[in-house]
């Protein structure tokens, strides 16, 4: 059966890239207007060569430009760090790579059982606070330190992913799909007291929200879905009870919230505003130990964050790594099986970009050189 250009495609994998459709057209030396109608599917398929600079310039296979697009069921809104200030091209950016990340998800499902998060169930009047100190009961956490929470929340069924963003005004963001639970962050980020707080933030939107697009483009609502998603941050990473014992000792010492930092992995900035929040340091003594920060110039850059590391996402990587080891796939049949089940032609650098994956763990056709060798008698 002969497959017709799919022109929706062609649009998400050039806002996959990042590019508007002026860009594009001076990339492949063609005009704008061409690209409207070839995403409109007003002009049916283009001749092979323009094809052939589609391909190459979005790297995209010429196939996934024919293939039809598998409908994407229970799709929540995407919740983004500084949404009002983010251009929408780098929001849909991220919205489609978050789409076929669900997309090899359900893919992998096939194959793999993965762990199914459960929300907890919470009334329309809960705090934040008592959000975050009822996940914690359910997941048996009690009022210790969070080591790794990359490994926490993928254990507990939600995925977790890190990939290059075109824009640093997206730090993270998290989405539903198909049940599928996402969170993606900037892979810029390697503090584990960023990281940490980056994912516990958008846990907060996965638990607490069920928020629509218009509420989100609303700006106060915005505002205040993203401050109720920060407390739940903070008082799931630092525990009213426990925190407050270790910040009480001396809570108007810097450096003191430098050796906590150790502990709890949390930015000093971040533990300051928590004992603010708890009532141990009053709003002047907060104003004087942030303008202490700038003043040492460690606000953005603090002590440790070198230092401090928390594990990469691994849920996926796994995954397709079980799969390869157990012999269910090789890099050629996973490639063909997710073509030909969920009409879904990908490169492998894609994947690997998407899911962590180290290179070459699904490149076709490539081997180590052997290198032949005798024994010394």
């Known amino acids: 059966m002969k497959h017709e250009f799919n022109g929706n495609r062609l649009k998400k994998a050039r806002l996959f890239n990042g590019y508007s459709k002026q860009e594009l057209a001076q990339k492949i030396n063609c005009s704008d207007k061409t690209i409207q109608l070839y995403e409109s599917n007003k002009i049916k398929t283009p001749d092979d060569a323009v094809m052939e600079a589609i391909s190459q310039c979005l790297n995209f296979p010429v196939k996934y430009f024919m293939e039809h697009d598998e409908p994407m069921e229970n799709e929540g809104t995407t919740y983004f760090r500084a949404l009002l200030t983010t251009p929408k091209k780098y929001r849909d950016e991220q919205e489609i790579k978050a789409s076929i990340i669900a997309q090899l ?46 490994h926490l929340v993928e254990e507990k069924g939600i995925v977790v992913t890190t990939f290059g963003m075109t824009s640093d005004k997206i730090d993270a963001f998290s989405k539903s ?32 929200h069920n928020a629509t697009d218009e509420d989100i483009e609303d700006k106060g609502e915005f505002k205040k879905i993203e401050n109720e998603a920060h407390s739940f941050a903070s008082a799931f990473l630092l525990p009213r009870e426990s925190f407050w014992g270790d910040v009480q000792k001396d809570p108007k010492n810097i450096s003191y919230y430098s050796e906590l930092k150790k502990k709890w992995k949390v930015s000093i900035t971040a533990m300051i505003r928590r004992s603010f929040s708890l009532n141990v340091i009053s709003y002047d003594e907060y104003q004087m130990l942030m303008r202490t920060l700038q003043r040492m110039g460690i606000r953005k850059d603090e002590p440790y964050d070198d230092v401090l590391i928390t594990s990469a996402p691994s849920l996926l990587r796994v995954a397709v790594q079980m799969l390869l080891d157990e012999k269910v796939f090789t890099a050629k049949e996973f490639l063909d099986e997710l073509s030909f089940s969920h009409n879904l032609s990908l490169n492998p650098n894609t994947i690997e970009n998407l899911l962590n994956l180290p290179n070459d763990t699904l490149s076709v056709g490539k081997s180590s050189p052997i290198h032949y060798l005798k024994l010394l008698k």
């Open 177 to 208: 799909i198909n049940n599928m639970y996402l969170i993606a962050y900037t892979s810029n980020k390697t503090s584990a007291a960023r990281i940490h707080f980056d994912v516990a933030h958008e846990l907060g939107h996965i638990c607490m």
């Open 105 to 150: 998800y359900n893919f992998i499902s096939d194959y793999i059982e993965f762990p199914k998060f459960t929300p907890p169930i919470l009334s329309e009047d809960t705090t934040p606070e008592e959000a975050a100190d009822k996940l914690r009961g359910l997941w048996n956490l009690g009022i210790r330190p969070i080591e790794n929470i990359n």
